[in-house]
Structures are given as structure tokens and as C-alpha cells.
């Protein structure tokens, strides 16, 4: 079992910046790829930003690149995600995700994640 918890959501103005955390419990932490996906009030979860387990290979929505950065440490057991240019678009419920895969790769697709976070809050204002 995985656990993630999720930090550094906030409010912020268009044009700021955030940086996202996810501190997974796994002792095995390095050997899962992880994501980002959110959800915004009625709309579908939407893929953000996916990493491999080794950090070599990363994927992002078409919307965020150029502006968002996905990394990784797996000596701290935790997944980033740094969010530049943010735009009110961007307001969403963050989550981020671990993939129970052996292959060193990065998922978009939500149903290939075994284990999610509770979310945190992301609130862009113009």
C-alpha cells in the first residue's frame, strides 16, 4: 500500500507560481512512476504531468508545457510539480498518482495509476 499526500496548494495571482509536493510513504517510492492529474468543478479528471520512476522520461498535458515542471527525489520519497505563468484555467484540485509498473516509463492515462492522494486545491484569480 501507497500512501501520498499532497502540499503547496494556495491561491495566487495569474502569472504567479507554485510549486506542488506529493510525499509518498513507500519504502519502493523509486520504483514507481508517478503523475499529476486535477479536476476543476464539473469537468473531467485531466491529465497533468507524468514522470518515469527514474526521473529519465517525462510527459505533460499539451496545456502545460512550457509552463509546468515535473521532477522527482527519490531519496525524500517525493514527486514535484513546479507550475509557472499559472492562468485562471488552472484552477483545479491537484492530484498526484503512483503507478504500481515495472516498466521505467510515464502514464497519462488516470486508470493506469493504483494509488492517488486526497488533492490539493490550486485557486488562480485574475
Known amino acids: 500500500q501507497v500512501q501520498l499526500v499532497e502540499s503547496g496548494g494556495g491561491l495566487v495571482q495569474a502569472g504567479g507560481s507554485l510549486r506542488l509536493s506529493c510525499a509518498a510513504s513507500?519504502?519502493?517510492?523509486?520504483?514507481?512512476?508517478m503523475g499529476w492529474f486535477r479536476q476543476a468543478p464539473g469537468k473531467e479528471r485531466a491529465f497533468v504531468a507524468a514522470?518515469?520512476?527514474?526521473?529519465?522520461?517525462?510527459y505533460y498535458g499539451d496545456s502545460m508545457k512550457g509552463r509546468f515542471t515535473i521532477s522527482r527525489d527519490n531519496a525524500k520519497n517525493t514527486v514535484y510539480l513546479q507550475m509557472n505563468s499559472l492562468k485562471p484555467e488552472d484552477t483545479a484540485v491537484y492530484y498526484c498518482?503512483?503507478?504500481?509498473?515495472?516498466?521505467?516509463?510515464?502514464?497519462?492515462?488516470?486508470?493506469?495509476?493504483?494509488?492517488w492522494g486526497q488533492g490539493t486545491q490550486v485557486t488562480v484569480s485574475s
Open positions: 498518482a503512483a503507478a504500481d509498473r515495472i516498466y521505467d516509463l510515464g502514464y497519462t492515462d488516470w486508470n493506469e495509476y493504483d494509488y
Open positions: 514522470i518515469s520512476w527514474s526521473g529519465g522520461s517525462t
Open positions: 513507500a519504502r519502493t517510492f523509486s520504483t514507481f512512476p
